[in-house]
């Protein structure tokens, strides 16, 4: 199974890899590669995360306080959002198809 990224949900990882970075050196490397672990777990586990709302499913990230939302399409993962779990939560709901 592949995924793609909303565009805005790219945009958003990005932000959030440049803000750690400028942390803390390397801490960036360490949010990106704690999110592609978890895309990982929903490729090969795409139901086994809570329905956060309707049919998109919210899967949590290891050590920082965001979460991926995404929904299972025809042979893809659509990630909507890597969002952060003190945003606003309904944020998200303009990307829906």
Known sequence: MNYTFHPEAEREMQDSI???EGCQEGLGYEFAREVYKAIESILE?????????EDIRRRL??????CILYSEEINEIYILAIMHLNRAP???????K
């Open 18 to 20: 440049n803000y750690y």
């Open 90 to 96: 309904n944020y998200w709901k303009t990307r829906l």
């Open 45 to 53: 586990y795409p139901k086994a995360w809570p329905l956060f709302e």
């Open 61 to 66: 990230i290891h050590r920082f306080p965001f």
